[in-house]
């Protein structure tokens, strides 16, 4: 790959899994927040969507009072823009292969940091944990 591999890889329902996964399958975000970033054919995100929102949970995501969370691989351009508000039954996407990926998955990544993330904000590995922390 030519970015480092943060985040799991996983199937629309969140179950750790790195193949079988239906192409097609619809990707819901895991927290309510704000579009910022959307991306259609990145060399290494595909067609992704990045969502910001305010920790849910600083006991267990201890970064700081702001997450970013990242997803990625979708099959065709994401259904959200900049700026929308998503919540948990908005459907982002479909489950797909792009950008540097090697089979059909959702790669979902989450950054947490004390200062809220902004449409200015490129990538940073800066502030990645372990999603399942969250998903349990």
């Known amino acids: 790959p030519s970015i480092s591999h943060?985040?799991?890889?996983?199937?629309?329902?969140?179950?750790?899994?790195?193949?079988?996964n239906a192409p097609g399958d619809p990707i819901y975000p895991i927290y309510s927040g704000t579009v910022v970033k959307?991306?259609?054919?990145?060399?290494?995100?595909?067609?992704?969507v990045w969502?910001?929102?305010?920790?849910?949970?600083?006991?267990v995501i201890t970064g700081g009072a702001y997450i970013r969370h990242l997803?990625?691989?979708?099959?065709?351009?994401?259904?959200?823009?900049?700026?929308?508000?998503v919540t948990t039954n908005t459907v982002l996407g479909y489950m797909g292969?792009?950008?540097?990926?090697?089979g059909v998955h959702l790669h979902?990544?989450?950054?947490?940091?004390?200062?809220?993330?902004?449409?200015?904000?490129g990538y940073t590995t800066n502030g990645f944990f372990?999603?399942?922390?969250?998903l349990k």
């Not at 969502?51 to 006991?59: K, L, Y």
């Not at 372990?130 to 969250?134: S, T, Y």
């Open 51 to 59: 969502i910001a929102s305010s920790n849910p949970n600083t006991s």
């Open 108 to 121: 979902l990544g989450v950054q947490a940091r004390s200062t809220a993330y902004t449409s200015s904000d």
């Open 6 to 20: 943060y985040g799991i890889d996983r199937d629309a329902h969140y179950k750790q899994s790195d193949g079988g």
């Open 97 to 102: 292969t792009t950008g540097d990926s090697t």
């Open 71 to 85: 997803y990625m691989h979708l099959n065709s351009k994401p259904l959200v823009q900049v700026g929308d508000y």
């Open 130 to 134: 372990d999603p399942e922390l969250i």
């Open 38 to 48: 959307v991306y259609e054919k990145n060399a290494d995100f595909g067609n992704s």
